[in-house]
């Protein structure tokens, strides 16, 4: 069961998950050995699934981030679902209710790059294009 104290845990993690135990048990008045059990406990029972990056992807030459949304075309469906995750260039991907199917956040160089990603999709179905303004909060 997940308590308030592993509540405020998790809340910390998403922050900055490179604390050291010390630090944490700092902000949460833990000892460093309890913020490790903890923690520990959260990752086995999978609470805690993974640590990830945030990749600033305008210093890695991607100045272009949209979120393209795929109506795929009936039959494709399988090839699609395999096929979007061995591209560089998406970033996350969600299989969706409603009238797409698949909704995507890609990174991209530039407006040709973006053409040229969606002459690949095209083939699969109709994609609808969102392009990223700015990130909205701390999410």
Do not use: C, W
């Amino acid at each position: 069961m997940v308590d308030d104290v592993d509540r405020k845990l998790i809340r910390i993690l998403k922050e900055n998950s490179r604390l050291s135990y010390v630090e944490i048990g700092k902000k949460i008045f833990l000892s460093p050995s309890s913020v490790r059990e903890r923690i520990k406990k959260l990752e086995d029972t999978g609470v805690i699934k993974a640590y990830t990056l945030n990749i600033n992807e305008n210093l890695l030459g991607n100045s272009l981030e949209v979120f393209i949304m795929l109506k795929i075309f009936s039959g494709k469906f399988k090839t699609v679902i395999s096929e979007i995750s061995s591209y560089a260039e998406v970033k996350e991907a969600y299989r969706i209710t409603g009238q797409h199917n698949v909704h995507m956040r890609v990174a991209l160089k530039d407006q040709l790059h973006l053409q040229q990603f969606i002459d690949k999709l095209v083939t699969f179905g109709e994609p609808t294009t969102h392009l990223i303004l700015s990130k909205v909060g701390n999410s």
